[in-house]
Nanobody, 118 residues
């Protein structure tokens, strides 16, 4: 499975961005999809995840500002980011878990830069 991200960029504080991530076709179900981020000098951290059935989970730092959704027909996950803050600046990585009858496989995108200026 190959993940392709888009939608990063530079925005002023208080602005919005929408990230997209599309997974290549797979004969097996892509169960969990989501986003992580990594700021310079910090560890990669969870931003939000969403299951195939639509159950979402968010980091406390983005709750009520970010919204994750997915289109299962297109194998695409979206992250709508509103009220952006300078501390949201990071490389955002798409994440997917593919489930087979016997294994689970993790996949990562190449990352997209999000920069929020104050």
């Amino acid at each position: 499975v190959h993940l392709v991200e888009s939608g990063g960029g530079l925005v002023q504080a208080g602005g919005s961005l929408r990230l997209s991530c599309t997974a290549s076709e797979s004969v097996f179900k892509i169960d969990l999809m989501g986003w992580y981020r990594q700021a310079p000098g910090k560890q990669r951290e969870l931003v939000a995840t969403i299951t195939f059935s639509g159950n979402a989970d968010y980091a406390d730092s983005v709750t009520d500002r970010f919204f994750i959704s997915r289109d299962n027909r297109k194998n695409t996950v979206y992250l709508q980011m509103d009220s952006l803050k300078p501390e949201d600046t990071a490389v955002y990585y798409c994440y997917a878990v593919l489930t087979t009858p016997t294994h689970e496989y993790d996949y990562w995108g190449q990352g997209t830069q999000v920069t929020v200026s104050s």
